[in-house]
């Protein structure tokens, strides 16, 4: 199977250009200027914003969840049928990176803050507030705790990121077109696509790759403070030390800019640190239990994956749709927000792969690390409420900030390892930092595959300045960043119609290169 001779059609800008001008200042006037309003006008912001998320998710749930099954579905045929053989650049090349190198990156640019975030508390949310429907004992809680998160976090947002990143992947490296997505719409829209139309879609991927970062370093920040208060180690921490975790996190983002493949070394060490505290809270806590339950929840997972994965709650009345929307659609429009930075990184780092490699590797090995996270995180809290004593959740549920800590805690050395969670955290978000400034500054200087490092630097500050204004305008610290994150998920809504429009174009030229 050859490589389709096109010739690359040019970048919107001259490749030593830093910036795309019609898409760089709309995205950089979007941002300022919600980011101005939501901290001077924080109430009045968060109201208009839930306001309109409850809108879409109200009567859209029903589109985000047969949509997100839609993907699974089609990223599993890609990745079995006869395009499978496609390489991600010229024939017979080999893959820029090695597996041990391409992993982790994935892993960590995916969802790894996330993972640590709701490691413990997720599982114990599901368990002390279930999804209506569930039994009411503790074993069928537990069980349906674990399958849920299973859910949330399993194939399901990996094929999304398949849809984006595959489309990209094949764009730029098998077609010779710019790092960026309106590329992947060509054959759609041909020439088309180098208007107007290209550049609101563009925009629209900067803003939210932007504002899902910062939201991200912000409440990653929140995070790291409730742990250093809930160990003792500084007595309520506030917005001061808030800011400066911020500002350290983007000064080593931007230190491993300058690094020659920095987010390579960073993902690396990211995952080795990672990989020292699940082994240890594996061993110290109940190990059996643990690794029981994994093989039960696995097993529930894939009995009822076609269930759940269309479950809208409509047979449990409100109540099951309250919830539904509130959990389920709630992430897969987070997911979808993502899907724009996550895809564009993963496409990036994916060349001579072949189509059944990237689709295998992107949606099932990322998948299987983080069942064996929430078992062996989730599962412990949970051993702790069902057989230990409890103490992980209070009157109103589990703490989401402080959860892991109040595990580490239970554990021989809960100080020691409270010390390597917050590695592992600010290694996360250090990734996230720069391989999100990398993605927006692709985006915004035309498709650039090495855009210049000091505008990849001022993107990388930008996040954090952004995280920073909204910390320290929120009353409680979180208001405005809540805000922030509702705004990336309604971006979530329009960009799915890309999304769909992005698997049309990408079915039709491989069927034009291998009929």
Same mark, same amino acid.
């Given at each position: 199977?050859?490589?389709?001779?096109?010739?690359?059609?040019?970048?919107?800008?001259?490749?030593?250009?830093?910036?795309?001008?019609?898409?760089?200042?709309?995205?950089? @006037?979007?941002?300022?200027?919600?980011?101005?309003?939501?901290?001077?006008?924080?109430?009045?912001?968060?109201?208009?914003?839930?306001?309109?998320?409850?809108?879409?998710?109200?009567?859209?749930?029903?589109?985000?969840?047969?949509?997100?099954?839609?993907?699974?579905?089609?990223?599993?045929?890609?990745?079995?049928? &006869?395009?499978?053989?496609?390489?991600?650049?010229?024939?017979?090349?080999?893959?820029?990176?090695?597996?041990?190198?391409?992993?982790?990156?994935?892993?960590?640019?995916?969802?790894?803050?996330?993972?640590?975030?709701?490691?413990?508390?997720?599982?114990?949310?599901?368990?002390?507030?279930?999804?209506?429907?569930?039994?009411?004992?503790?074993?069928?809680?537990?069980?349906?705790?674990?399958?849920?998160?299973? =859910?949330?976090?399993?194939?399901?947002?990996?094929?999304?990121?398949?849809?984006?990143?595959?489309?990209?992947?094949?764009?730029?490296?098998?077609?010779? &077109?710019?790092?960026?997505? &309106?590329?992947?719409?060509?054959?759609?829209?041909?020439?088309?696509?180098?208007?107007?139309?290209?550049?609101?879609?563009?925009?629209?991927?900067?803003?939210?790759?932007?504002?899902?970062?910062?939201?991200?370093?912000?409440?990653?920040?929140?995070?790291?403070?409730?742990?250093?208060?809930?160990?003792?180690? @500084?007595?309520?921490?506030?917005?001061?030390?808030?800011?400066?975790?911020? /500002?350290?996190?983007?000064?080593?983002?931007?230190?491993?800019? !300058?690094?020659?493949?920095?987010?390579?070394?960073?993902?690396?060490?990211?995952?080795?640190?990672? !990989?020292?505290?699940?082994?240890?809270?594996?061993?110290?806590?109940?190990? =059996?239990?643990?690794?029981?339950?994994?093989?039960?929840?696995?097993?529930?997972?894939?009995?009822?994956?076609?269930?759940?994965?269309?479950?809208?709650?409509?047979?449990?009345?409100?109540?099951?749709?309250?919830?539904?929307?509130?959990?389920?659609?709630?992430?897969?429009?987070?997911?979808?927000?993502?899907?724009?930075? /996550?895809?564009?990184?993963?496409?990036?780092?994916?060349?001579?792969?072949?189509?059944?490699?990237?689709?295998?590797?992107?949606? @099932?090995?990322?998948?299987?690390?983080?069942?064996?996270?929430?078992?062996?995180?989730?599962?412990?809290?949970?051993?702790?409420?069902?057989?230990?004593?409890?103490?992980?959740?209070?009157?109103?549920?589990?703490?989401?900030?402080?959860?892991?800590?109040?595990?580490?805690?239970?554990?021989?050395?809960?100080?020691?390892?409270?010390?390597?969670?917050? =590695?592992?955290?600010?290694?996360?978000?250090?990734?996230?930092?720069?391989?999100?400034?990398?993605?927006?500054?692709?985006?915004?200087?035309?498709?650039?595959?090495?855009?210049? &490092?000091?505008?990849?630097?001022?993107?990388?500050?930008?996040?954090?300045?952004?995280?920073?204004?909204?910390?320290?305008?929120?009353?409680?610290?979180?208001?405005?960043?809540?805000?922030?994150?509702?705004?990336?998920?309604?971006?979530?809504?329009?960009?799915?119609?890309?999304? @769909?429009?992005?698997?049309?174009?990408?079915?039709?030229?491989?069927?034009?290169?291998?009929?």
């Amino acid at each position: 199977m050859s490589a389709p001779s096109t010739t690359p059609g040019p970048s919107p800008v001259h490749p030593r250009t830093a910036v795309a001008p019609r898409v760089f200042w709309p995205a950089a @006037l979007v941002v300022t200027a919600f980011t101005v309003y939501a901290i001077v006008f924080r109430d009045a912001a968060a109201r208009q914003a839930k306001a309109v998320q409850d809108h879409v998710i109200g009567d859209f749930g029903w589109y985000y969840i047969v949509l997100v099954t839609l993907f699974v579905v089609f990223a599993i045929r890609l990745g079995l049928g &006869r395009f499978g053989g496609i390489t991600l650049g010229d024939d017979g090349e080999r893959a820029e990176y090695s597996l041990s190198a391409w992993l982790p990156m994935l892993f960590a640019a995916g969802m790894g803050i996330g993972l640590v975030f709701w490691g413990v508390a997720e599982p114990l949310f599901h368990y002390e507030d279930p999804r209506p429907g569930v039994g009411s004992t503790p074993a069928q809680r537990a069980d349906a705790a674990m399958v849920q998160t299973f =859910l949330h976090w399993g194939i399901h947002p990996w094929a999304i990121y398949v849809v984006v990143g595959l489309a990209i992947a094949y764009s730029n490296h098998r077609k010779g &077109r710019p790092v960026s997505i &309106r590329w992947s719409l060509e054959s759609l829209v041909g020439d088309r696509i180098r208007g107007w139309r290209g550049d609101v879609i563009d925009v629209v991927a900067v803003i939210g790759t932007v504002f899902g970062v910062a939201t991200s370093l912000g409440l990653g920040v929140l995070q790291i403070s409730a742990g250093l208060n809930y160990q003792g180690w @500084l007595h309520e921490p506030g917005k001061g030390l808030q800011v400066v975790l911020v /500002v350290a996190v983007t000064a080593l983002a931007t230190i491993s800019v !300058a690094v020659d493949k920095g987010i390579k070394l960073l993902s690396q060490a990211n995952m080795g640190v990672a !990989a020292v505290l699940l082994v240890y809270v594996l061993i110290a806590g109940p190990t =059996l239990f643990i690794v029981d339950a994994l093989v039960q929840n696995l097993g529930q997972y894939l009995q009822t994956l076609p269930r759940i994965s269309l479950y809208t709650g409509a047979s449990e009345g409100p109540d099951g749709t309250a919830w539904t929307r509130q959990w389920t659609v709630f992430y897969w429009g987070w997911w979808i927000s993502w899907a724009p930075f /996550v895809g564009v990184f993963i496409a990036r780092i994916s060349r001579g792969r072949t189509v059944r490699e990237f689709v295998a590797g992107v949606l @099932l090995v990322p998948t299987l690390l983080t069942f064996v996270w929430f078992a062996v995180f989730g599962g412990a809290g949970l051993h702790r409420e069902m057989f230990g004593g409890g103490g992980l959740s209070g009157a109103d549920g589990p703490d989401r900030d402080s959860a892991l800590f109040a595990l580490l805690h239970t554990l021989p050395g809960g100080s020691v390892t409270a010390g390597l969670a917050i =590695l592992v955290i600010v290694l996360f978000f250090v990734t996230s930092a720069d391989s999100g400034a990398l993605v927006v500054n692709m985006l915004s200087s035309g498709g650039n595959p090495e855009p210049p &490092r000091w505008s990849r630097a001022f993107w990388t500050c930008a996040q954090g300045a952004v995280a920073v204004a909204l910390l320290v305008a929120s009353g409680t610290g979180a208001t405005a960043l809540t805000t922030l994150q509702t705004v990336a998920i309604l971006i979530a809504l329009p960009f799915s119609v890309v999304m @769909l429009a992005m698997s049309v174009a990408l079915v039709r030229t491989f069927r034009l290169e291998a009929p």
